[in-house]
T-cell receptor, first 113, second 112 residues
Framework: GAGVSQSPSNKVTEKGKDVELRCDPI?????LYWYRQSLGQGLEFLIY????????KSGLPSDRFSAERTGGSVSTLTIQRTQQEDSAVYLC???????????FGQGTRLTVV | GENVEQHPSTLSVQEGDSAVIKCTYS??????FPWYKQELGKRPQLIIDIRSNVGEKKDQRIAVTLNKTAKHFSLHITETQPEDSAVYFCAASREYGNKLVFGAGTILRVKS
């Protein structure tokens, strides 16, 4: 595609429910990143993929968070038993390799009520 | 792991003045340093980047300098305009095999 695409763009969920966020990276980009941005805050690293493997999961806040990437392309970030503090914008980015320009998606705004 | 600190957190300048944002990093193996601009409600977008084999890079009104010895790099915006108002993020990564680590961001306000 023309750019990194994320879906849904907005998600409102009840506390305790599970959510899945999707990221379609730019075709051919091997590196894929997930970041979280709370209102007015910086970019908090969550997880990074090189191909289908995740060399660095150190940013995942708890075991309620998991992510996978299949076929070296689409990635899903799953949050189980959502809590109000999970409310944020979840940004996905992709790049050709790790040290080239990372292109961001428009983000998924998650609101846990 | 890498840690990137960014200062100041907010910066207000008069239109036409220069703005400077500074970042320091901890991992001496880092050698790719991009800067991203994020306008309100929009996604971050790359504005300039520098690799460790150069000390300075310029693109029109924007320049970035890198001091590998001191492990710091800076963004310089000259002749600021109201449309430069945004949040700016610095980042650092190693070449091959590591993630981009971002600074906390700087809110730049250009007053006309």
């Amino acid at each position: 595609g023309a750019g990194v695409s994320q879906s849904p763009s907005n998600k409102v969920t009840e506390k305790g429910k599970d959510v899945e966020l999707r990221c379609d990276p730019i075709s051919g980009h091997t590196a894929l990143y997930w970041y979280r941005q709370s209102l007015g805050q910086g970019l908090e690293f969550l997880i990074y993929f090189q191909g289908n493997s995740a060399p660095d999961k150190s940013g995942l806040p708890s075991d309620r968070f998991s992510a996978e990437r299949t076929g070296g392309s689409v990635s899903t970030l799953t949050i189980q038993r959502t809590q109000q503090e999970d409310s944020a914008v979840y940004l996905c980015a992709s790049s050709l390799v790790e040290d080239t320009e990372a292109f961001f998606g428009q983000g998924t705004r998650l609101t846990v009520v | 792991g890498e840690n990137v600190e960014q200062h100041p957190s907010t910066l207000s300048v008069q239109e036409g003045d220069s703005a400077v944002i500074k970042c320091t990093y901890s991992d001496s193996a880092s050698n790719y340093f991009p800067w991203y601009k994020q306008e309100l409600g929009k996604r971050p977008q790359l504005i300039i980047d520098i690799r460790s084999n150069v000390g300075e890079k310029k693109d029109q009104r924007i320049a970035v300098t890198l001091n590998k010895t001191a492990k710091h790099f800076s963004l310089h915006i000259t002749e600021t305009q109201p449309e430069d108002s945004a949040v700016y993020f610095c980042a650092a990564s190693r070449e091959y095999g590591n993630k981009l680590v971002f600074g906390a961001g700087t809110i730049l306000r250009v007053k006309s």
